[in-house]
């Protein structure tokens, strides 16, 4: 008898089990289980790496239009800017007229609010345009409040002109004008007068109407 005969190696014992008739364990089958998981595990990893990549493209994405969007409107912007520092005016008044020919009180005089009838400002400019251009024009009361003329379609402002310009240096535009032909629609108070072009306000100037 020798000092290992009471030791039995693993391979001795899974022989004499397998004689025995008790099945040895399936160490396949649990191999199999094993890549299996792994394969889940792997494939669940990747489907999350993939979701997140599209989730971050998407935004990447959306960054990309909202910048162009951005630029679009910027370029916009600029173009406005550039045909709007065409025309520069010096500076804006306003009179009483009666109608677009007649004055009550020319520009500068004082107004009353019984008198006045319509407010008609003028602007001095020059300018290198010579195609037709539109004014828009907004008469602001005491309150902020723009004045609308009747049947206005451009909101935001009082009324619009459209002419063409004329050339040379500090030369007038007539931009007549808001109110009523039979009585004032203007109540004593301090007003502001503003004309725009191209979204740019080009001059702005206050004036009062007295009792």
Request: charged share 20%; aromatic share 10%; glycine share 6%.
């Amino acid at each position: 008898m020798t000092l290992y005969d009471n030791t039995k190696k693993i391979t001795d014992i899974e022989i004499e089990e397998n004689h025995s008739g008790i099945e040895k364990p399936k160490t396949t089958e649990k191999k199999n289980v094993n890549e299996t998981n792994n394969w889940i595990i792997a494939f669940a990893i990747t489907a999350f790496i993939l979701l997140v990549a599209i989730i971050t493209c998407d935004s990447k994405n959306n960054k990309i239009t909202s910048l162009e969007t951005d630029l679009y409107h910027a370029n916009i912007n600029y173009s406005n800017l550039a045909e709007s520092n065409k025309i520069y005016v010096h500076s804006l008044t306003v009179g009483n007229a009666k109608n677009a020919t007649t004055w009550i009180t020319g520009p500068g005089a004082q107004l009353h609010s019984e008198r006045v009838r319509y407010i008609n400002p003028i602007m001095w400019y020059t300018t290198e345009l010579t195609d037709k251009i539109t004014i828009y024009v907004k008469i602001i009361n005491a309150n902020g409040y723009v004045i609308p003329d009747v049947g206005n379609t451009v909101p935001g402002y009082s009324y619009s002109v459209t002419k063409s310009p004329k050339k040379g240096d500090r030369v007038d535009m007539d931009l007549f004008g808001l109110g009523a032909p039979d009585k004032s629609i203007f109540s004593a108070g301090e007003y502001t007068v503003e004309v725009w072009y191209k979204n740019e306000c080009l001059k702005s100037s206050k004036f009062i109407i007295y009792e």
